[in-house]
Nanobody, 123 residues
Framework: HVQLVESGGGSVQAGDSLRLSCALSGSIYGSYCFGWIRQVSGKEREGVASIDSDGETTYADSVKGRFTISRDNAKNTVYLQMTSLKPEDTAMYYC??????????????????WGQGTQVTVS
């Protein structure tokens, strides 16, 4: 049984930084992709960043140069370092894992496992 647990959200001022973490428990055999997806209430989920098992990353245009995704395969953990935060970054942020490779951005519907989400509020 695979579980993803996020941590690190909170309320910050514009220009501040936050680091989100997500730990995967259980077993996924073979390579898998980690992703961060965010959702504003009433809107569709938006892929923010992804990182493949070999470290290849993708980013949404809206966060390029400000957010950095990384993973520690030994710990089955993925991180999202967010800098220069803007009010439009306010959303629920979800960690997800996909059995597919993600050298190119994955549609959010192709993620197999999801965390419960962590709220990020920027004012």
């Amino acid at each position: 049984h695979v579980q993803l647990v996020e941590s690190g959200g909170g309320s910050v001022q514009a220009g501040d930084s936050l680091r989100l973490s997500c730990a995967l428990s259980g077993s996924i055999y073979g390579s898998y992709c980690f992703g961060w997806i965010r959702q504003v209430s009433g809107k569709e989920r938006e892929g923010v960043a992804s990182i493949d098992s070999d470290g290849e990353t993708t980013y949404a245009d809206s966060v390029k140069g400000r957010f950095t995704i990384s993973r520690d395969n030994a710990k089955n953990t993925v991180y999202l370092q967010m800098t220069s935060l803007k009010p439009e970054d306010t959303a629920m942020y979800y960690c997800a894992a996909s059995l597919r490779r993600c050298s190119t951005p994955l549609p959010v519907s192709l993620y197999n496992y999801w965390g419960q989400g962590t709220q990020v509020t920027v004012s």
